[in-house]
């Protein structure tokens, strides 16, 4: 518990492993400034990782695949007493259903510090037709309003999401930030094996949504062209997502050049095996942190011009930007890098320069996260 005159930061996340691939530099830092921090999430199997940050770890049971208002109810409710527990200061909301329901439980404890750290919109942000317009209008109008505190603050990653919610970049209220950050020191430059082939890693969750099938099929395209291309894919379906990829399509994609990995511990390898790195995103993500492992790798990256995405890689200079949903531009893309070595070369090291000094890096997002905690704090 916080010690005399000490505030407390509590950061709510639904799932553990979120926190714990993405976060732990900004517990370590709310820690390092002096504060008692807690993170409140779903505990599986990363209670040590994010304890051994100097956090309090508090279990909370919620689902964040459930659509069940009685379910986000319930878990609102146990978030609450959990928050006025803590004695929490500050309420520091990570991802869209973190800060639904966090949001909630903030008001209902009566705590009016709040960080809304929105980290890309999923579906919701992905779809297109007039259900997806009317979510985003229905979570911009929650958000904005019942949830929102003359004290709450803004967290993003790519300014498009900003925009959604009807708020300016350049508002005191808002800070947008390099993603989750990377630390350019544990991702670094291997050398780029030889061509031919190219080597394209795709590094993800095997979700429809990621694009997957728009890279295989780019793939397969490329190679009835007789370019010299292969695809290795690296990541499972995610057993907790509605748009998990099912194993059975994965394995019979694994074929004519397209090679099915399975989830992988060693993501710099799969990136050193390859040349090139390939996102080909339909839309609802922040920042993706797999370009951002991928950039700090100095590959060169092929991804969709979609939020989040189109915030990292600049067409033509650390990359390929394409349309989403379109395998044949995808297809021409993998043809020009693979017949270009030196431009190849040439992203690869620039993606390198973006993460270093675009403010992509773990220490540049940990300050300005600590920055706003401080701000509200004071």
């Known amino acids: ?81 959990i928050l006025k527990a803590l004695r929490a200061d500050l309420v520091h909301c990570i991802a869209l259903r973190g800060i639904l329901v966090g949001g909630a439980a903030a008001v209902l404890a009566g705590i009016p510090r709040r960080v809304y750290a929105l980290t890309g919109l999923g579906l919701v942000g992905a779809r297109q037709d007039r259900t997806g317009r009317l979510a985003r209008a229905g979570l911009r109008r929650l958000i904005r309003g019942p949830l929102e505190t003359a004290q709450t603050r803004y967290l993003f990653e790519n ?5 959604l919610l009807g708020l300016d970049p350049s508002e005191t209220r808002v800070a947008v930030v390099g993603g989750a950050g990377i630390d ?24 429809w949504s990621k694009g997957i099938d728009t890279a295989v099929e780019a793939v397969r395209l490329a190679r009835a062209d007789g370019v010299a291309v292969e695809l290795a894919l690296h990541g499972a379906p995610d057993p907790s997502n509605r748009r998990a990829i099912p194993e059975a399509t994965l394995r019979d994609w694994s074929r004519d050049g397209v090679t099915w990995h399975g989830a992988t511990a060693d993501v710099a390898g799969a990136l050193a095996a390859a040349q090139a790195a390939c996102l080909p995103s339909r839309g609802g993500e922040g920042l993706p942190r797999a370009l951002l ?86």
Request: charged share 20%; aromatic share 4%; hydrophobic share 55%.
């Open 184 to 207: 350019p020191a544990a991702w670094v430059p291997a050398p780029l094996p030889p061509l031919p082939p190219l080597r394209i890693a795709l590094v993800a969750r095997m979700l």
């Open 159 to 163: 300014p498009d999401d900003a925009a």
């Open 293 to 378: 492992e991928a950039a700090a790798c100095g590959r060169a990256i092929l991804t969709t011009d979609v939020p989040g995405c189109r915030a990292l890689v600049r067409d033509g200079v650390e990359g390929r930007v394409v349309p989403p949903d379109d395998p044949a531009a995808l297809a021409r893309a993998m043809a020009d890098l693979a017949a270009d070595p030196a431009r190849l070369a040439a992203m690869g090291a620039a993606a390198r320069r973006r993460i270093l000094e675009g403010g992509f890096t773990e220490a540049a997002v940990a300050a300005a996260v600590a920055r706003l905690h401080a701000e509200l704090l004071a």
């Open 1 to 81: 518990m916080a010690q005399p005159g000490q505030k407390t930061i509590a950061f709510v996340v639904t799932e553990d492993w979120f926190f714990a691939s993405h976060f732990l530099p900004l517990a370590r830092a709310a820690v390092a400034a002096g504060h008692s921090v807690a993170v409140v999430t779903r505990v599986r199997a990363h209670r040590e990782a994010i304890a051994a940050t100097g956090a309090r770890v508090v279990a909370l049971e919620a689902e964040r695949s459930s659509l069940n208002p009685m379910s986000a109810g319930y878990a609102t409710g146990q978030l609450a007493a």
